[in-house]
């Protein structure tokens, strides 16, 4: 399933791609696929979800036509409709001869070669109201990745294209919004019968990475989008590698010439959705690490989610909300009463007020503080970060986890950090309350007790560590393979039931490895030799130390690539440097 809509009869329409070789059909389209191949599909079901008014597969027939085993494919990708009720879908297919209409734009598409490099093009197709094919089209593909030695795409594709949005006007237009392969994103407009495209605009610079659309009544189309920021190689400067990341926002008029482009900076960022309100402000929902945002972490390094507002001439943003990575998983909605609803990656759902300030205390959500896996770490002895809005009052705010006082480690308007109790939840998935309590109000979230162990780290990547001789592993100065490294944790389950909370370690004390379950590898799954594991004297109970032994051969060039487990969970990945 890779998008829905409800058409103006309350009808849901569902699309995506299917190997099901026994898909139910309902006065399909096309009724048949080659057998075990991937088809897109298109349903309908009425308003109680009970009935199946229309089910067809979007797909060729011919066989498998490449030399070497690569098996063509179709997704339907996007659907969106017109007053009328009529559905368009847009997908993506290799297959050459996937179903189009005389007279379309175009009829030629997908394929491969004699290398069994495939080239994968988007469609769209025109569905009416009563379940009949009014058109169907080829769009674009992208850009070739193949070098001129054609061998080196076997069995992969060599040029490729999605369809990431769709809107239709009262005439039947259909604007496409595509992402291709090393170009450009593009956004066009296709006339009301399919048979010709009235105008294409190219947006994102050299390589956009991801292309999110929204349009409103008057035909204006609101953009978000990814770009990929390119250099040359120092040994080779005429290829280019990506580096990183960028955001920009873009606006176009119905026509398709651009009102204004906005760059929103270039470091770790990828748009999520668009949305257009009914006095027609636009809200742009995507994740950035761009220094021009205010953090709501103070982990520089920590991409965050933002929902961003942006004036009429895109020049600035209104309305800025910062969330923890995760927070929005999908395009942002509104509902009957003008709420922002931002739907979360767990199937949780954040409501902004009308007047989108949060003037009451909210809790979005929780993270173990070393890991930022959110909604983890509810086991006695974890660091927990707390995120949300007017979470602190001048006297101060009280924290109960499972209805016992949590010893606050710092707090803010946006973020509380503190300690677990350890008599509050062991990690076995049961439902656990975290409370606010504020003079004059209080707020709380429910959410299983999940372990999530992991490592503390410098800048998200590198370990806090300590060499043998005691000093701080860093670039400058890296540990000697073979020696002894110090690195330190929490999210462990099997602290002793006697340790005060928020109490300091005096003096190293093991802990029961065996009911911890604690082992370390390097990044090949190799066993790394545990040589301690306990408390670290003059930090919390809570954190862990374990010293492990380096093996003699560096996994990397730069480092040592490590991550713990604890029975089935895994912590991140982390790099110790090594000389």
């Not at 999908?330 to 609803?341: M, V």
């Not at 540990?479 to 006697?498: E, Y």
């Not at 790394?528 to 919390?540: D, E, F, H, R």
């Amino acid at each position: 399933l890779l998008d829905a809509g409800l058409d103006s009869a309350g009808n849901l329409w569902i699309v995506g791609s299917t190997d099901s070789d026994d898909f139910p059909m309902v006065n399909a389209v096309v009724s048949t696929k080659v057998p075990y191949r991937a088809a897109a599909f298109v349903q309908e079901l009425d308003p109680t979800l009970t009935k199946i008014l229309f089910s067809t597969y979007l797909a060729g027939h011919l066989p498998n036509f490449f030399p070497y085993p690569q098996t063509p494919w179709s997704a339907a990708e996007a659907i969106t409709f017109d007053s009328s009720g009529n559905a368009y879908v847009g997908g993506a297919t290799d297959e050459f001869d996937f179903p189009t209409t005389p007279g379309a734009f175009s009829t030629v598409g997908g394929g491969g070669d004699i290398y069994g490099a495939t080239y994968r093009y988007t469609f769209l197709t025109k569905i009416s109201a009563g379940g009949k094919l009014v058109y169907s089209t080829y769009l674009d593909t992208g850009i070739s990745s193949c070098p001129p030695v054609r061998s080196s795409c076997i069995g992969r594709d060599s040029t490729w294209a999605d369809v990431s949005g769709l809107a239709a006007d009262s005439t039947g237009a259909v604007t496409v919004a595509e992402n291709l392969s090393y170009a450009a994103g593009e956004v066009s407009r296709i006339s009301p019968d399919g048979s010709k495209r009235l105008w294409a605009t190219s947006v994102g610079g050299g390589e956009a990475n991801g292309i999110e659309m929204a349009q409103d009544s008057a035909g204006n189309i609101s953009i978000l989008g990814g770009y990929l920021v390119e250099t040359p190689l120092p040994t080779y400067p005429f290829t280019l590698q990506v580096t990183g990341e960028g955001l920009f926002a873009a606006k176009l008029s119905p026509n398709g010439s651009q009102i204004y482009l906005t760059d929103l900076g270039p470091l770790g960022a990828y748009p999520v959705g668009v949305l257009l309100d009914s006095s027609g402000n636009t809200y742009l929902a995507a994740a950035s690490s761009s220094p021009q945002f205010p953090k709501f972490v103070a982990n520089p390094n920590l991409v965050e989610d933002l929902v961003l507002q942006i004036d009429p001439t895109g020049s600035k943003w209104q309305t800025l909300f910062r969330f923890p990575s995760g927070v929005i998983a999908a395009p942002p909605l509104l509902d009957t009463k003008g709420r922002l609803l931002l739907p979360g990656r767990a199937g949780e759902l954040l409501t902004l007020p009308v007047n989108y300030a949060f003037d009451t205390p909210v809790i979005v959500g929780f993270v173990n503080s070393a890991s930022y896996v959110w909604n983890t770490g509810l086991v006695g002895g974890t660091l927990l970060s707390i995120f949300g809005f007017q979470l602190t009052a001048a006297n101060g705010a009280q924290v109960l986890v499972h209805g016992l006082p949590a010893p606050v480690l710092s707090a803010s308007p946006t973020e509380i950090d503190l300690i677990v109790p350890f008599g509050a939840a062991n990690g076995d998935g049961t439902p656990t309350n975290v409370q606010l309590v504020l003079p004059n109000s209080s707020t709380q979230v429910q959410a299983p007790s999940i372990l999530n162990v992991a490592l503390i780290t410098t800048d998200g990547s590198h370990a806090a560590a300590l060499n043998q001789d005691g000093t701080v592993n860093s670039a400058a100065n890296p540990a000697k393979r073979g020696s002894v490294v110090s690195l330190f944790g929490t999210g462990l389950n099997g602290w002793p039931a006697d340790k005060a909370d928020g109490a300091l370690a005096k003096a190293a004390e093991p802990l029961d490895q065996f009911y911890s379950k604690l082992e370390a590898f390097d990044i090949s799954g190799v066993p790394i030799n545990v040589l301690y594991l306990g408390t670290a004297p003059g930090l919390l109970y809570g954190v862990f130390q374990i010293n492990l032994q380096l093996p003699l051969n560096a996994n990397t060039l730069s480092g040592e690539e490590i991550y713990v487990m604890s029975g089935s969970t895994r912590s991140k990945t982390v790099e110790i440097y090594v000389q």
